[in-house]
């Protein structure tokens, strides 16, 4: 809106991260800075660790060394103070700003939102002062609309960019306009398994399940081979992933033998492996309406049936899952993705007194502790390495795959950049060939 995005802006946002009233994924990550648990515990009325020096210069002053915390920072979107002053929290989802006339930082601002029976149209125009310099492009059209028109904008060459489902890759290959860049998503998904329940409790039967999963037909079948299989609970191909790591190929024999070694086998030839006279039988949760899960789960139960395991699914809406996992704990198995961060730290799933630690996995938390204790690179990817070790040997979860990013660019399109997640920057850039 012409207004320049100083540290008061920074420091605004951070704070409403930490707000008492907030309830969304920012919340639990800057508690390192001095003062954060205290505000958001309303034992203060402010964050005494977060300090405006200069509309340029701001200070974040830390509990203990955090080395995590440039990331996250870094990842923060960053919202403008002065339309939501003296707002209440609850109040800013619905706020004008937010809603009728958002203000962002970026090289484009909005001109127009146009809600539709076709879809969603919106169109930025070029702010000329950006401070990386007045963008090439006059105009960018986002549309949000329905596979029928999507098809025919790529037909007649009207899509320049375009975020594809993995299965709709090929097609659009193949029409040689559109060059494909392809990237992990930054979410992973999982097989949550009650640790607190036996037999679950048992390391060779979480391992046994793994070997079970053919979780490459799992990326072929639902995304069309576009998938990345994930060994840990980090980005594939991260600095903090062990080299080395069991890759848990599918391998149902192997998966028999350690339902054997556990003590678990087929006595009465009814197909199913039981112990003391008991069948092994295990009820999986996931999420209802959502496409991927579902077919994901109907493999899961395919795949450990085939080995002996009786696998009952319940589908559930979103609000009775996350209570039954994340609030009463009573489930046997569940399936849910996880969005990752770019640092290795999980401590918000499996550290000391994690909500998110449903599973009650609770070795390895000293390494999270030491591993977002240092600050260094080099001194942290030891510990992360002995983590990942960790993790991918005990299985507190059953660590499936990632879905790739894709995203279709016209070959007119120039100076497009690609960053590792996927995400694509500097759209000042960009310039389209006439």
Do not use: C
């Amino acid at each position: 809106d012409g207004r320049p995005l100083t540290t008061e802006d920074v420091a605004f946002t951070v704070r409403l991260a930490l707000n008492p009233d907030y309830r969304g994924p920012y919340r639990d990550q800057f508690l390192a800075i001095q003062g954060a648990r205290d505000y958001q515990a309303r034992k203060a009325n402010t964050v005494a660790g977060i300090r405006v020096d200069g509309p340029r210069t701001i200070s974040f002053t830390l509990e203990k060394p955090y080395g995590p915390i440039l990331t996250r920072l870094g990842y923060l979107p960053i919202l403008p103070r002065h339309p939501f002053l003296g707002m209440p929290v609850k109040a800013m989802a619905d706020a004008p700003a937010t809603r009728r006339n958002p203000v962002g930082s970026g090289p484009f601002r909005l001109s127009s939102f146009t809600p539709g029976a076709a879809g969603v149209v919106a169109e930025l125009v070029r702010f000329d002062g950006f401070f990386r310099g007045r963008p090439h492009v006059d105009k960018v059209v986002f549309a949000v609309v329905g596979p029928r028109l999507t098809v025919e904008g790529l037909r007649s060459e009207a899509i320049d960019l375009l975020r594809l489902h993995p299965n709709a890759a090929r097609p659009v290959a193949e029409t040689g306009r559109y060059v494909l860049n392809e990237a992990p998503s930054g979410g992973y998904y999982y097989l949550g398994i009650n640790l607190q329940y036996a037999p679950l409790d048992e390391r060779r039967l979480r391992q046994a399940i793994a070997y079970a999963l053919d979780r490459q037909a799992m990326v072929r079948d639902v995304f069309g081979g576009h998938g990345t299989l994930v060994h840990a609970p980090v980005f594939p191909g991260s600095w903090a992933e062990a080299p080395g790591l069991n890759t848990y190929a599918f391998d149902p024999e192997k998966a028999r033998r350690l339902l054997r070694e556990a003590g678990f086998a087929d006595t009465d030839g009814d197909g199913l492996v039981d112990r003391k006279g008991k069948d092994l039988v295990l009820n999986l949760l996931f999420l209802r309406g959502k496409v991927v899960d579902g077919q994901v789960a109907a493999m899961i139960r395919r795949d450990l049936q085939r080995v002996g395991i009786k696998v009952y699914v319940w589908p559930l809406e979103s609000k009775d899952l996350l209570e039954r996992v994340f609030g009463k704990r009573k489930f046997d198995i569940y399936l849910l993705d996880w969005e990752m961060n770019a640092d290795p730290d999980t401590q918000e799933v499996f550290g000391a007194g994690a909500r998110g630690n449903a599973v009650g996995f609770r070795r390895g938390q000293d390494l999270l502790a030491q591993g977002a204790g240092r600050v260094s690179l080099d001194e942290r990817r030891p510990v992360y390495e002995d983590w990942t070790r960790l993790a991918n040997e005990e299985l507190p979860y059953i660590f499936l795959f990632t879905e790739n990013k894709i995203l279709a660019a016209h070959r007119r399109i120039h100076d497009l950049a690609f960053s590792p997640l996927g995400t694509l920057d500097t759209p000042e850039r960009w310039w389209v060939e006439r």
